[in-house]
């Protein structure tokens, strides 16, 4: 962890209602999770905890956002773990809507209410999307990208130095004009896998603990 940097104001810590969680999301009322352990989405009360639906997943879930009513959510293929956005409708199912993720690789989805955007964590970038999947523009950052999320118009990022140093931080990311802007925010001591904004704080998941973490939103 960095010695320099003050550390995230956990909120709340909360055992996760399924095993492996690394996908998060917020729609708005309800805490949505991927499991990698039971290829399963579930919409959970972040109030208490309580699972209110579950379902299969066509595949191993990661990274999701909410566009509104609906998800869209990071699929690996079962096989060749290649992975796919796929269309998910709440109280409906997944749907056959379906793209390429660039490449075959993917982690995290944010959506800034006009395009989404893809992380791709080895390769250090953020991909912004058409509605096809087509890349409009692609974002270099300096580290490795294990959550992302969009508060008001920059990129809110969990991120790593690299896979062998458990280095994790909050970086806000303004790429909005010619030269994107990076600010270090908190420090995190733990290793966190996704990003969630619930209009005040932030979400995560510690996979290896089962638990679904809440912090303040730093400044």
């Known amino acids: 962890m960095s010695t320099t940097l003050p550390a995230i104001e956990e909120l709340v810590r909360m055992p996760s209602p399924c ?3 690394i996908g998060i999301a917020y729609d708005g009322t309800i805490l949505w ?3 990698v352990e039971t290829d399963r989405i579930y919409a959970v009360n972040p109030l208490h905890g309580s699972v209110m639906e579950e379902w299969p997943v066509p595949g191993t879930p990661y ?3 909410s566009l509104g009513d609906e998800l869209r959510v990071v699929v690996g ?3 060749e773990d290649d992975r796919a956005v ?3 409708v709440p109280g409906h199912g997944f749907k056959t809507e379906t793209f390429p993720c660039p490449g075959n690789s993917g982690s995290w989805m944010a959506y800034d209410g006009d395009f989404l955007y893809l992380s ?3 390769e250090k970038r953020i991909l912004e999307l058409d509605e096809r999947g087509k890349v409009r523009r692609a974002i270099p950052v300096e580290r490795e990208i294990t959550g992302m999320t969009i508060v ?4 809110y990022l969990m991120t790593t130095e690299s896979k062998e140093v458990d280095d994790y931080r909050l970086v806000r990311f303004d790429a909005r004009g010619p030269s ?3 600010t270090q925010l908190a420090a995190v001591p733990f290793v966190a896998r996704g990003l969630a904004y619930d209009g005040k704080g932030f979400w995560t998941n510690i996979r290896s603990e089962n638990t679904v973490v809440a912090f303040a939103r730093p400044g």
């Open 33 to 35: 999770l991927g499991s």
């Open 86 to 88: 796929s269309r998910f």
């Open 63 to 65: 990274g999701m956002t």
């Open 120 to 122: 791709q964590r080895f």
């Open 152 to 155: 008001d118009g920059s990129f």
């Open 180 to 182: 994107p802007v990076a």
């Open 19 to 21: 095993p492996a969680p």
């Open 77 to 79: 293929d079962p096989v």
